[in-house]
């Protein structure tokens, strides 16, 4: 069993910067992406990227304030996120994928880690 354990959430100011982390049991699925549900909405993709071709892809909320990338040394996915905004506050998941499929869409994960939460205040 495939298991994904984020960190790297908390709090911080409208502007400001974290770095969230996803360690993999498996570094060999792809897409490994980043996900978030705020509360009272549903679950969206933010952010993935493919193994063999190291394409990514962003939500269009995101793209040019956060950056997705993997190391397969350490078997760590990270997302870079900057100029961090009150909407961006969510529980943030990292989710992995046998094979391939529209990146954005929760069908196509097979595993999902407990999430870590994002806090932004105005």
């Known amino acids: 069993q495939v298991q994904l354990v984020e960190s790297g959430g908390g709090s911080v100011q409208a502007g400001g910067s974290l770095t969230l982390s996803c360690a993999s049991s498996?570094?060999?699925?792809?897409?490994m992406a980043w996900f978030r549900q705020a509360p009272g909405k549903e679950r969206e993709g933010v952010a993935a990227i493919y193994t063999n071709s190291g394409n990514t892809y962003y939500a269009s909320s995101v793209r040019g304030r956060f950056a997705i990338s993997r190391d397969s040394a350490k078997k760590t996915l990270s997302l870079q996120m900057n100029s961090l905004k009150p909407e961006d506050t969510a529980m943030y998941y990292c989710a992995a994928s046998h094979n391939g499929g529209y990146w954005y869409s929760e069908s196509t994960y097979h595993y999902w880690g407990q999430g870590t939460q994002v806090t932004v205040s105005s």
């Open positions: 498996d570094f060999s699925l792809s897409p």
